[in-house]
């Protein structure tokens, strides 16, 4: 997002999608070099940035039509996680945007979710490249993992331990999609997720996985069934 013409795909690409809530990963922005992004159609705009490098970055837009009050905001010194606390239409929630290294990415992710059970209150919506599958067997064309198996067990129990679901398996139960091709391994694998609540998951009716455009990662969207949270004009 630190080049004016990707900012402008970008915010096509919201557009076209009717995007209330966006989750960016590697925004490329630094802390002292935030440019000035459109207002309209998105009045909220949150950033995790590193303060001298644009290798990482993450941000949450929020649409003008989302009534979303901020309560609280936490974001760590190395752009790759953000977390919001607020409320929309008098219901608490917890926004988490999560970009996950790919080196030592369980031990990463165990701590960050340590980090959101201790922030959290209400309703939790995470969304983010997480870097790794959470089931080989579905989400990698190998069927397999580099990641050691204790180690996905370990991080889905911390996903139990906040009762967050997998919004697009849940609703895709046999489907295989992905939102990432890689080279070194020669796969194609699902590393982009969704995922919410328990409570709130029963909103949704219909996740996709989109075409790779503006980056080498497929968006990933989930649309609510009804839209007694969130109205448009």
């Known amino acids: 997002m630190n080049s004016p013409c990707k900012?402008?795909?970008?915010?096509?690409?919201?557009?076209?999608?009717?995007?209330?809530i966006a989750f960016l990963q590697?925004?490329?922005?630094?802390?002292?070099?935030?440019?000035?992004?459109p207002s309209h159609p998105y009045s909220q705009w949150y950033h995790s940035t590193h303060p001298t490098s644009a290798s990482k970055g993450v941000a949450i837009a929020i649409h003008h039509t989302v009534p979303f009050i901020l309560e609280q905001q936490l974001a760590d010194a190395e752009g790759r996680m953000l977390l919001l606390k607020g409320e929309i239409a008098s219901r608490k929630f917890t926004l988490v945007n999560l970009y996950a290294p790919n080196v030592a990415t369980v031990s990463w992710l165990v701590k960050t979710l340590d980090t959101v059970k201790l922030?959290?209150?209400?309703?939790?919506?995470?969304?983010?490249?997480?870097?790794?599958v959470l089931n080989p067997a579905m989400d990698s064309s190998t069927t397999r993992s580099h990641i050691a198996q204790k180690h996905i067990s370990c991080l889905h129990g911390k996903l139990q331990e906040l009762q967050l679901?997998?919004?697009?398996?849940?609703?895709?139960?046999t489907m295989r999609d992905y939102s990432f091709y890689s080279n070194p391994h020669k796969s194609y694998q699902r590393l982009d997720y969704l995922l919410t609540s328990v409570s709130l998951l029963s909103a949704f009716s219909t996740s996709e996985i989109g075409d790779i455009t503006v980056s080498d990662n497929a968006p990933c969207s989930a649309v609510f069934a009804q839209d007694s949270m969130v109205k448009r004009d």
């Open 165 to 173: 679901i997998d919004i697009w398996r849940t609703l895709n139960p």
């Open 7 to 20: 900012r402008s795909q970008i915010m096509l690409m919201l557009r076209k999608a009717h995007s209330d």
């Open 119 to 132: 922030f959290a209150e209400g309703i939790i919506v995470l969304g983010g490249d997480l870097n790794l």
């Open 26 to 37: 590697e925004t490329h922005l630094r802390t002292d070099r935030l440019p000035r992004l």
